[in-house]
């Protein structure tokens, strides 16, 4: 945020704050009957419950994510160890499940969905994952956590528009593997049609580009781009918001029916008790409410 005045700021948390309006997280939908079960139980019972479904590493809720996706998942400067709502989500559904949290390190986002299809390294990926048909074909995708949109991101003072980027020669950069990458495959053609998506390995690099003048813009979900803009990337803007209408979720093998369940349940209990509100306040601040 340095050399942005007190203006800029205000400016941009107007729009982080309009972007994450969207973001009110949480339907709280679904196992009521069964969290309303165990709402009063201990975790000990949890942990008894835990015998129904399958962990690669036992006592453990192994996690993988892609963790350049701040403020879901990023890695420490300093430790190295993963931070992020996600990552603390994952420590309390752990918590609340009566078990450790274990995470992998960070993985190509494109990998997570055929690594936890495939089985054996991860009981879960955690990765401010929409939702999709698609993805549903592949694993069990957990109830939602968090409502999200995409973005396209220029730099500030671009005099790019929606309808200008769609042309041969623009180079917008994505996420490969995302809901970002769909949408500007499908709303951008003419650029599409000439190779000017190009997906890269995270966003922080398309950030840089777009910095750098390597690409003319990116797409990705509001909030990060809202976060990322706020944070660290001051000259860069958020030309529109897009409302796609996303919800994230978390994956689970399909062999793991169990465990989805259990995640699930997790989740209403975190509704509940107000720890999901914490991380959100932790993450993305009070001005939100
Ligand atoms: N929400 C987007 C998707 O699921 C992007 C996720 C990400 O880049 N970590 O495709």
């Known amino acids: 945020m340095s050399g942005m005045s007190r203006r800029q700021f205000l400016k941009g948390s107007a729009l982080f704050a309009s972007g994450l309006g969207t973001l009110a997280i949480f ?10 079960a165990s ?32 403020p ?26 009566g078990l450790e949290v274990n995470w992998k390190p960070s993985q190509a986002f494109d990998s997570l969905v055929p690594a936890i299809k495939a089985g054996g390294t991860a009981d879960i990926a955690i990765a401010g994952m929409t939702i999709t048909d698609e993805r549903k074909q ?25 309808e200008s980027l769609n042309a041969a020669g623009k180079k917008i950069a994505v996420q ?5 990458e769909d949408w500007a495959k499908e709303h951008l053609p003419a650029a599409a049609a000439k190779d000017g998506i190009v997906p890269l390995d995270d966003i922080i690099a398309a950030m840089t580009g777009v910095q750098t003048g390597s690409y003319d813009a990116l797409v990705t979900d509001l909030p990060v781009a809202s976060y990322q803009i706020k944070n660290s990337f001051s000259d860069l803007q958020v030309l529109e918001p897009i409302a796609t209408g996303e919800q994230y979720g978390i994956a689970v093998s399909k062999d ?9 349940e997790a989740l209403a209990k975190m509704e509940q008790d107000g720890t999901r509100a914490q991380i959100e306040k932790t993450w993305f601040g009070s001005e939100l409410k």
């Open 27 to 36: 339907g709280c939908a679904g196992n009521s009957s069964s969290s309303a």
């Open 256 to 264: 793991n029916p169990a465990l989805t369940k259990a995640i699930n």
């Open 39 to 70: 709402s009063s139980a201990s975790a000990s019972s949890a942990a008894a419950a835990s015998g129904e479904y399958k962990l690669v590493v036992p006592g453990k809720l192994t996690c993988i994510s892609n963790l350049y996706f701040p």
């Open 72 to 97: 879901f998942e990023s890695m420490d400067d300093k430790t190295g160890e993963p931070v992020g709502f996600d990552i603390d989500m994952s420590k309390a559904l752990a918590e609340h499940m």
């Open 176 to 180: 490969a593997g995302t809901t970002g």
């Open 138 to 162: 592949e694993v069990d995708m957990s109830d939602p956590y968090v409502d999200s949109n995409q973005s396209i991101v220029t730099k500030k003072g671009s005099t790019e528009t929606k």
